[in-house]
């Protein structure tokens, strides 16, 4: 019960920063990305706050948290993993679907800062567009973040890695750093979040030019013994909070 009053209060919260913040931040459209940006990871970073202070749910970060015009690969349990990497990140742009550009307001914030919008019935044109998007947002000295799965895992789910994010890889000759977590424990659903600490984890960068085969096993190794580990860190720590 204390979890989903924590919980409600965390939405109200949620709910008001964020239109807060779209209606004080219109004006920035008008001005160059950099300003849309550096709001969204305030934006971001008040989501985390009241996250940690009112859900009882803070955040880790282990590795080392990339810096400029490389791609991060990131497993993806739910919304809590596109809301910490734009805070932790310096203005990433986002592979995300062709339906939230057509999103009122925050489609707009989103096509101001240079997201990177995918049509996943449009085949080859699609991954053509997507990486001419990518190498512009690199060529401005900032990441770009994709989930290579295409879409949200449910816990324990069998790894399905898409061969986009190969084709992406050797297509922009870029640095891809892997990142695990284990949001999918604590961030339930679209309304129960869970008291503990969810671990974000930047692994060792696999540097551009190694064949698709390669990479796409090194990828996915990678990110999926962390992910693991984590999760198992996780359940643990929820077992212990339980008993507290």
């Known amino acids: 019960m204390i979890a989903y009053i924590r919980s409600a209060f965390f939405v109200v919260w949620f709910a008001v920063i964020t239109m807060v913040v779209h209606i004080a931040c219109l004006p920035l459209l008008l001005l160059p990305p950099r300003f849309t940006c550096a709001a969204a990871r305030i934006w971001a970073r008040l989501v985390l706050f009241g996250l940690k202070w009112l859900a009882g749910l803070g955040v880790e970060i282990r590795g080392e948290v ?27 742009s986002i592979v995300m679907k062709q339906s939230l550009r057509r999103l009122p307001v925050n489609g707009w914030y989103s096509r101001k800062m240079h997201m990177l919008f995918v049509d996943r019935t449009a085949g080859a044109s699609a991954l053509r567009g997507m990486a001419a998007g990518a190498a512009r947002v690199l060529g401005q000295g900032r990441p770009v973040v994709i989930f290579p799965e295409g879409t949200r895992k449910k816990l324990h789910d069998p790894p399905d890695y898409k061969p986009g994010i190969a084709a992406l890889y050797a297509q922009l000759q870029a640095t891809c750093v892997p990142a695990a977590h284990n949001s999918g424990l604590f961030w339930s659903g679209a309304f129960l979040r869970r008291r503990g600490v969810i671990t974000l984890e930047f692994l060792d960068p696999i540097p551009p030019g190694l064949p698709r085969r390669e990479f796409m096993t090194t990828l996915q190794t990678r990110i999926e013994t962390a992910t693991k580990k984590l999760l198992e860190q996780g359940e643990r720590q929820m077992a212990v909070l339980r008993a507290a």
């Open 66 to 92: 990339p810096k400029g015009p490389v791609l991060v690969a990131s497993k993806h349990f739910s919304a809590w993993e596109t809301i910490a990497l734009m805070a932790v990140l310096r203005y990433p």
